[in-house]
T-cell receptor, first 112, second 114 residues
Framework: GEDVEQSLFLSVREGDSSVINCTYTDSSSTYLYWYKQEPGAGLQLLTYIFSNMDMKQDQRLTVLLNKKDKHLSLRIADTQTGDSAIYFCAESMSSSASKIIFGSGTRLSIRP | EPEVTQTPSHQVTQMGQEVILRCVPISNHLYFYWYRQILGQKVEFLVSFYNNEISEKSEIFDDQFSVERPDGSNFTLKIRSTKLEDSAMYFC????????????FGQGTRLTVV
């Protein structure tokens, strides 16, 4: 079945890199996404990667996809206090153009 | 920047009452969605809507739920007879094409059923 798993918490020091990991089960994933949710706000799409890519970089964000291991990661370089949020990994499948399957979210907290 | 807006931000209702959650999607988007997140659980897909009809729905979306686009701008989710377990954050989203692209989410409506 469709399942997306991620660790619940991550704490990093300001200025360090953050790496948030995610695993998924459905090999027919077409797109994989990272969403950010700040307190009281909606889900903001940070970046997404098509399943035939293995890396995507966008400024401080780097997404790595290992299709063999069904593993997705999000690296945030030079983590800032404004990066504190919950980060959701998500996938869409070729069988459905309508829905996105979300992970539980990883709460990223930044230490001074 | 265009955004999806949802009202109200928080709704408290008694069990058995009907509620309508409202959303204004981004104006030129064609696909509309409702998701929900029960406290401490994952964000779950409820329904997608395109061309004035439901294109896909999950098992959660039973006969108690309905969606409507009553005019050119609003997209609503109605829960006919609320249950305690309907308490959740409900997110509306819209996209230009299907989910295989960027979907913009609203800030959510927190529904509390008492």
């Amino acid at each position: 079945g469709e399942d997306v798993e991620q660790s619940l918490f991550l704490s990093v020091r300001e200025g360090d890199s953050s790496v948030i990991n995610c695993t998924y089960t459905d090999s027919s994933s077409t797109y994989l996404y990272w969403y950010k949710q700040e307190p009281g706000a909606g889900l903001q799409l940070l970046t997404y990667i098509f399943s035939n890519m293995d890396m995507k970089q966008d400024q401080r964000l780097t997404v790595l996809l290992n299709k063999k291991d069904k593993h997705l990661s999000l690296r945030i370089a030079d983590t800032q206090t404004g990066d504190s949020a919950i980060y959701f990994c998500a996938e869409s499948m070729s069988s459905s153009a309508s829905k996105i399957i979300f992970g539980s979210g990883t709460r990223l907290s930044i230490r001074p | 920047e265009p955004e999806v807006t949802q009202t109200p931000s928080h709704q408290v209702t008694q069990m058995g009452q009907e509620v309508i959650l409202r959303c204004v999607p981004i104006s030129n988007h064609l696909y509309f969605y409702w998701y929900r997140q029960i406290l401490g659980q994952k964000v779950e897909f409820l329904v997608s809507f395109y061309n004035n009809e439901i294109s896909e729905k999950s098992e959660i979306f039973d006969d108690q739920f309905s969606v409507e686009r009553p005019d050119g701008s609003n997209f609503t989710l109605k829960i006919r007879s609320t249950k305690l377990e309907d308490s959740a954050m409900y997110f509306c989203a819209s996209s230009w094409v299907g989910a295989n692209t960027e979907a913009f989410f609203g800030q959510g409506t927190r529904l509390t059923v008492v």
